[in-house]
């Protein structure tokens, strides 16, 4: 896992990240990606929203309690990393990246 400015964390839990991604293709069936911020645009102040895509890139519809619960179950993860940029846990490979970076030193 790498900061935003390129320096090291403590290594990923690969096995809670795991467990993360059965737990939300469990609760949303059909996901393969979620983004998540701290901006939910239906709300004037810092919430955590997620939103959710097949493997196609088809967005999902959440509600707002599945998409609040998803995101704050990733940021639950990786407590630490800069949340004003958007990144995407990727369930198939149960990795987090920021563009075409990976957040946790691309495994």
């Given at each position: 896992m790498h900061t935003a400015d390129g320096g090291s964390?403590?290594?990923p839990d690969t096995a809670r990240q795991q467990r993360l991604a059965a737990q939300l293709a469990d609760m949303i069936p059909g996901v393969a990606t979620i983004r998540v911020s701290l901006i939910d645009p239906r709300q004037s102040w810092?919430?955590?929203h997620a939103?959710?895509?097949?493997?196609?890139g088809c967005t999902i519809?959440?509600?707002r309690i599945t998409a609040r619960v998803a995101a704050r179950w990733i940021l639950r993860v990786w407590p630490i990393l800069d949340?004003?940029?958007?990144?995407?846990?990727?369930l198939a490979t149960a990795t987090l990246t920021r563009g075409d970076r990976a957040a946790d030193?691309?495994?």
């Open positions: 964390l403590a290594c810092p919430h955590p939103i959710a895509k097949d493997a196609a519809d959440l509600n949340w004003n940029r958007a990144p995407t846990f990727d030193g691309g495994r």
